[in-house]
């Protein structure tokens, strides 16, 4: 069955960390775009941070840079989001998406998306 199958949310404090897994079942990430979307409560799905499987290129928003990094072990087929210094602000719904071939401009307005996971509740609140 090809999916994508996010793990790693939960609630912090502010200045916490967690780290989200993206497990990608069915297919293999070769010439993909992967990453992660964030939706707020009453706010649009904003891309958080992406990956070319390819060259390594990555996207980072820009409220999540110096905080947040993208990896991603080819073993297991999996790509992380390793949070720190939490804030408040980044409380939502993490959901991973991917698309093969895509440009991480393209990646990062949803077009051609190909999957997308069902989403990871982070909240972060003292």
């Known amino acids: 069955q090809v999916q994508l199958v996010e793990s790693g949310g939960g609630s912090v404090q502010p200045g916490g960390s967690l780290r989200l897994s993206c497990a990608a079942s069915?297919?293999?990430?070769?010439?993909?775009?992967i990453g992660w979307f964030r939706q707020a409560p009453g706010k649009e799905r904003e891309a958080v941070s992406c990956?070319?499987?390819?060259?390594?290129?990555?996207y980072y928003a820009d409220s999540v840079k110096g905080r947040f990094t993208i990896s991603r072990d080819v073993a297991e087929n999996t790509v992380y989001l390793e949070m720190n210094s939490l804030r408040p602000e980044d409380t939502g719904i993490y959901y991973c998406?991917?698309?093969?071939?895509?440009?991480?401009?393209?990646?990062?307005?949803?077009?051609?998306?190909?999957?997308w996971g069902k989403g990871t509740p982070v909240t972060v609140s003292s």
């Open positions: 990956l070319r499987t390819d060259d390594g290129s990555t």
């Open positions: 069915g297919f293999t990430l070769h010439y993909w775009a």
């Open positions: 998406a991917a698309g093969e071939g895509l440009t991480i401009s393209t990646w990062r307005l949803k077009h051609g998306m190909d999957y």
